[in-house]
Structure formats: C-alpha cells, structure tokens
C-alpha cells in the first residue's frame, strides 16, 4: 500500500506564494519520476511540474518563471513552490509518483488565488 500525503493549500492573494509539499510511504521500490498536476473546475488534469531522480524537471510554459519543483529523494517527498500566484492558477493540485510498482496520486490540495 502506498500513500501520499499532500500539504501546503489555501487561500492566497494575487502575487503571493505558496509551498506545496507531498509525501510517498508505504511499499514503495525504484521511484523515478515525481510531480504535480492540477486540475481546475470544468477543465482536465494538466500537468504542472516534473521531476525525474536524476534531477530533471519540466514545466508547461504557463507557470515557467513562477514555480519550482523539488525533490528530498530520502524522504521520499516532492515540494512545489508556487511564486507570482495568478487567479487562474487556482485549481486543486495532485501529486504523483512513478515507480517500477506503479502510479500514485494524491488525494489532492485546494489552491485558490484570489483579492
């Protein structure tokens, strides 16, 4: 059984930050890939941050600049620090994490970027 933990949501003003944080417990083996997706009401789940163990990262162009993934492969944990916050940036945010068992998710975090 693996689990993943999601903090770090909330309510935030235009301009601001936020620090998203997810952690994976639990029969994990061989994770690679981590990272975020989001998904706004109405809308599909679209990718918003990658990471593979290597270090790599990729973003779409819409949050380039004003978010930054990391990783503490030790704790099994994958941060998002969202900088520059826009209202269209809110949505609900999944992390995920592949691994030679499989892919999880989260259960998701509320973001919501408003005055």
């Known amino acids: 059984q693996v689990q993943l933990v999601e903090s770090g949501g909330g309510l935030v003003q235009p301009g601001g930050s936020l620090r998203l944080s997810c952690a994976a417990s639990?029969?994990?083996?061989?994770?690679?890939?981590m990272g975020w997706y989001r998904q706004a009401p109405g809308k599909e789940r679209v990718l918003v941050a990658g990471?593979?163990?290597?270090?790599?990262?990729a973003y779409p162009d819409s949050v380039k600049g004003r978010f930054t993934i990391s990783r503490d492969n030790a704790k099994n944990t994958v941060y998002l620090q969202m900088n520059s916050l826009k209202p269209e940036d809110t949505a609900v945010y999944y992390c995920?994490?592949?691994?030679?068992?499989?892919?999880?998710w989260g259960q998701g975090t509320q973001v919501t970027v408003s005055s």
């Open positions: 995920y994490v592949g691994s030679s068992k499989g892919l999880y």
């Open positions: 639990g029969c994990i083996f061989s994770i690679n890939g």
């Open positions: 990471t593979t163990r290597s270090g790599s990262t």
